[in-house]
């Protein structure tokens, strides 16, 4: 029997296949974002930096749009999480635990290699300064592993929310957000009365806006009429912003560029993220049916087995590619600087190679995925210890 056909026989008749089918798309986004919008710069002494075609392509902004699919994410996460929240046999903080160790894992995996690594690339002839550009591209994703540990303890309360509201119960933390921007980018800011880390305000709301709206269509609480609000209010307040309040057309950061809408979250990823799961939700029962052929189900099982190391090792994966050509010096689309068409045309011809090694990772770093046995009390100790070395020297402490 043929995989495609094995994984279609272990499929339960009740798995809802387009919810997984949305996230598979959503964390394939995310190493095809890094991919294609982060790049490098050779220095003299052949160390690797980051760089970014959006520094000189201001048109290639519009591609972020595309591949900022957190709204998504976080959509079928609520949607996802409150299912299981219900189907729980033990108590909320077991089953709260539970999922919160499953992202933990492959986080405190690929720290903890990373910090063995360091020292034996420095070894072998890596550059510092390459270490340090390496280490910040691995810890660039893993933020997203904080916000939605902390977003997936609040499922409780999204649940309440969700009874009580329904859809409406996400349009406090668009307010939120609205408030937090008004006052950071709107006159008071011009006056200088605004502290600078107001914005820091806006990452729980900011993020957790469409984890909301997924709990509440997980509750029933959400239907087409909504969705088509969503959809087209999330449309129009997107090109209000960008094209009456002049927010940065690019959805992640911009070397550079003093505003970004990514870090923490502006009103223009919320509206995104809004027609974003307006689309999904309309898209649902079409999707779902398109998934019922063994051939594009296969691939979307793959991918959601190995959704955190996909998040967790993308980054390396790259890095495996672009560390050994800085030693051949300018590579086109590897270590050239990532400001010509012919970069771009380079890069895009790389990502094949790209997948490929994040295939041949994942296969050994799947099994930071799988419970610890039990008695592995020193193991995790010493992962730990070696998690928080990493991080001492990702953030420049060290």
Request: proline residues 7%; positive net charge.
């Amino acid at each position: 029997m043929k995989l495609a056909e094995k994984i279609e026989a272990r499929t339960p008749a009740h798995r809802d296949r387009a919810i997984d089918g949305l996230r598979a798309l959503a964390l394939l986004a995310v190493p095809t974002g890094h991919w294609l919008l982060g790049g490098f710069t050779l220095d003299t002494d052949g160390a690797l930096h980051n760089a970014s075609p959006l520094t000189a392509f201001g048109f290639f902004a519009p591609v972020s749009w595309v591949l900022q699919m957190l709204g998504v994410f976080f959509l079928v996460g609520g949607h996802a999480s409150v299912l299981s929240y219900h189907r729980r046999t033990g108590t909320t903080g077991a089953w709260l635990r539970q999922r919160l160790a499953r992202l933990g894992r492959p986080v405190l995996g690929v720290t903890a290699v990373w910090a063995v690594l360091i020292p034996v690339l420095w070894w072998l002839g890596v550059p510092g300064d390459t270490l340090r550009t390496g280490s910040t591209l691995v810890v660039q994703p893993l933020w997203f592993v904080g916000v939605y540990t902390v977003i997936t303890a609040l499922t409780p309360y999204c649940v309440r929310a969700a009874r009580r509201m329904g859809a409406w119960a996400a349009a406090p933390l668009l307010l939120t957000v609205a408030v937090v921007d008004l006052l950071r980018y709107g006159p008071y800011a011009d006056a200088g009365a605004v502290p600078g880390w107001l914005g820091v305000v806006n990452i729980l709301p900011g993020w957790l806006f469409a984890y909301q709206l997924g709990v509440s269509w997980g509750e029933g609480r959400v239907g087409r009429r909504h969705a088509r609000g969503l959809l087209i209010g999330g449309v129009a307040l997107f090109a209000l912003l960008l094209l009456v309040f002049d927010y940065p057309a690019s959805m992640v950061g911009v070397p550079g560029e003093a505003r970004t809408n990514s870090h923490p979250p502006s009103l223009l990823v919320l509206a995104l993220a809004a027609a974003q799961s307006g689309a999904a939700i309309l898209l649902h029962g079409r999707l779902g049916a398109l998934l019922r052929r063994p051939a594009l189900w296969a691939p979307v099982v793959v991918v959601n087995l190995s959704a955190m190391t996909i998040l967790c090792w993308h980054q390396t994966a790259m890095l495996a590619a672009a560390v050994p050509a800085s030693f051949l010096g300018e590579v086109p689309g590897l270590t050239t600087p990532p400001d010509s068409l012919a970069w771009i045309l380079a890069r895009v011809a790389w990502l094949p190679l790209f997948a490929c090694l994040l295939a041949l990772i994942a296969r050994r770093a799947r099994v930071f995925e799988t419970p610890w046995p039990r008695g592995a009390r020193g193991a995790r100790a010493v992962a730990g210890v070696l998690a928080v070395g990493f991080a001492v020297f990702a953030f420049g402490w060290a």
